[in-house]
């Protein structure tokens, strides 16, 4: 089934969210979620993705040009369900001993409704504005971490993570991509609750920018978007 995005109302701001996410939040309410939360958080779910290897994910799926993290995810489950192998992209690279795998260094927040190119031309400007070794930052997005090969393998690895609390604390460094910029980049609910635990858990914040708001960033407009969000 194809996920869209589903409206919601949180003061005077309109929010999406996906119907697996909720469906996931009533699974770790349940005996079978908090066990799986009590369970040792497997290696696999803190691998992380490199831009090299975003690169050839995408190259590999000419198909997928231009189609946002929504379409991307039911892409990828897709083709997860008709491989039936169960395996993330990230743990299926990591089999196939990619270089492009190793523990996540950098947990990554964006609406998805982004287009996929954007987020990595995102990413690109990060790793090159910090002088960061683009071989060695591996970035946690969940489109590629988490398993789909059926419904209960996706809620048992959503229970486990804690709904995202625990990668966020074990990797301790979060980026969250300002995209469209302003208020729209906060419509996504679960975006929100990224934010939230990342604040929560006292993991370094650090903001993403798509090249559209250049001026923006040089001026701070954007801590000033975060702040005026808190309140």
């Not at 709904?163 to 729209?184: K, M, N, S, V, Y």
């Amino acid at each position: 089934m194809a996920l869209q995005p589903q409206g919601s109302a949180m003061g005077d701001h309109a929010t999406e969210s996906l119907p697996h996410e909720a469906e996931m939040l009533r699974f770790s309410m349940t005996e079978r979620g908090a066990e799986a939360r009590r369970a040792p958080l497997a290696p696999r779910l803190l691998l992380g993705i490199s831009l090299g290897g975003l690169h050839a994910h995408m190259a590999a799926r000419p198909h997928a040009h231009g189609v946002n993290g929504y379409a991307h995810w039911d892409m990828i489950t897709g083709e997860k369900e008709a491989a039936g192998d169960g395996l993330s992209v990230c743990e299926q690279l990591e089999l196939e001993g990619s270089s492009h795998v190793g523990r996540a260094t950098v947990f990554v927040i964006w609406n998805l409704g982004t287009p996929v190119a954007t987020l990595i031309g995102a990413l690109e400007d990060y790793v090159a504005s910090r002088g960061l070794d683009r071989a060695r930052t591996f970035f946690w997005i969940s489109n590629l971490m988490l398993r789909r090969g059926s419904k209960q393998q996706l809620e048992h690895d959503l229970a486990t993570l804690d709904c995202f609390l625990r990668p966020i604390e074990a990797i301790g460094r979060t980026a969250f991509l300002l995209h469209p910029w302003g208020a729209d980049a906060f419509r996504r609910l679960w975006s929100l609750w990224e934010l939230y635990l990342s604040h929560h858990s006292c993991a370094g914040l650090e903001l993403l920018h798509s090249g559209e708001r250049g001026a923006a960033r040089r001026g701070g407009s954007e801590h000033q978007l975060l702040r005026d969000r808190r309140r």
